[in-house]
């Protein structure tokens, strides 16, 4: 088997409302995905997204020809093209789908097969007044969901934490909570400091009171001391980060000088399926947990899905979620079926070969930038 073609298609979903994320200085009013296609002379097309793919049109050529089968082959070559590019992951997850339906298994199957089905978080994008948040949390437990992820505005700090204690009072002990700071790296343009240590120390102590599941991005990504600083003053809440961490060499410095309870490295945004594997592995001996950033779409969230499951991640799965202004059927626009939760408040992994990912061709042509 060869690799025949790559090509791209780059979408873009207007939003109406747009989405007030936390972690961008303006509104949301698009949302962009680019689907990765590989194409091969035994007809089987492998399907990725998640990162922009920018520029790869220059590295196509490192790809053409070969067999889609020599994963470690193609990894290698990634993180080359990534070093003077951009993050081409996406294209693993694709070789990974043409992997898994030669083989006729979920890839899951592939990297461990720990799981079927993995608890979801509601995983909320915008601030809200602590009425409205309680009202969300609500809605989204009556959805199914037993945890969800609030997100404190740096420059909201006191209606950060009064939200995340209204919603502890309004849905008991038993509903999780996860509260994410945003502070280990930024969208382009946004040149702000991080908040100071000695206030995210008084913070995260707030946080401990109120029993939070987690505590992510606290800090900058190369501030291992004031992470280790955050759990020896809080030694009851987990610290989670690593989403972007596109270093594999400064992930395993973080695991070899234990600055996390939770990793959280996206496998098409940070550091790709199989180096994922690795560090959650290598997580896992050290009694650590792996949970993956998920914020892409249907398709990265899949693959996130895929290597969580196989390797065993939790103790719950990200799930983008925070109604009306993002919906499963928003992110997944692409798909002739969103990705959902089942009744026990589980993503489950698609039973069949491969990502699991089925493309909706109107929506790819509807929705394709000219």
């Not at 914020?295 to 103790?315: D, H």
Request: aromatic share 8%.
């Amino acid at each position: 088997m060869k690799i025949t073609d790559i090509t791209l298609d780059r979408l873009r979903l207007d939003l109406d409302p747009p989405l007030r994320a936390a972690w961008d200085p303006e509104p949301r009013r698009h949302f962009d995905a680019t689907i990765v296609r590989v194409h091969t002379d035994d007809g089987v097309t492998g399907i990725g997204s998640g990162d922009t793919m920018a520029g790869f049109e220059a590295y196509r050529e490192l790809f053409l020809g070969r067999d889609p089968l020599d994963i470690m082959r193609h990894v290698r070559a990634i993180e080359t093209a990534n070093f003077h590019g951009g993050r081409y992951w996406p294209l693993e997850a694709a070789l990974w789908d043409i992997i898994a339906q030669v083989a006729g298994l979920p890839v899951a199957a592939l990297f461990g097969n720990s799981a079927r089905a993995l608890p979801a978080y509601a995983s909320t994008a915008e601030v809200k007044s602590p009425e409205e948040r309680v009202e969300a949390a609500l809605a989204a437990r009556a959805a199914g969901f037993r945890a969800m992820k609030i997100r404190i505005d740096r420059n909201r700090i006191a209606e950060g934490i009064a939200t995340v204690a209204a919603v502890r009072a309004g849905l008991g002990p038993e509903f999780e909570i996860m509260v994410d700071l945003n502070q280990s790296w930024r969208m382009a343009g946004d040149t702000a400091d991080a908040t100071e240590l000695a206030a995210t120390r008084r913070l995260v102590r707030r946080l401990a009171e109120l029993d939070v599941c987690w505590v992510e991005e606290p800090l900058p990504y190369g501030d291992l001391d004031g992470f280790r600083a955050l759990r020896a003053d809080n030694p009851g809440v987990r610290l989670a980060a690593g989403e972007m961490q596109h270093s594999v060499q400064d992930l395993l410095h973080y695991l070899e000088n234990d600055v996390l309870d939770v990793y959280q490295m996206d496998v098409v945004l940070a550091v790709g399926m199989h180096r994922a594997r690795t560090l959650a592995e290598l997580a896992h001996l050290k009694h650590r947990r792996f949970t993956p950033h998920s914020w892409t779409n249907g398709i990265g969230l899949l693959a996130n899905l895929q290597v969580s499951a196989g390797v065993g991640g939790g103790p719950y799965f990200e799930f983008p979620y925070d109604p009306p202004g993002w919906t499963p059927e928003r992110r997944d626009f692409m798909l002739t079926a969103p990705v959902t939760i089942n009744s026990a408040g589980a993503v489950e992994v698609p039973r069949v070969p491969g990502l699991g990912a089925e493309l909706d061709p109107e929506a790819v042509e509807r929705w394709r930038i000219p």
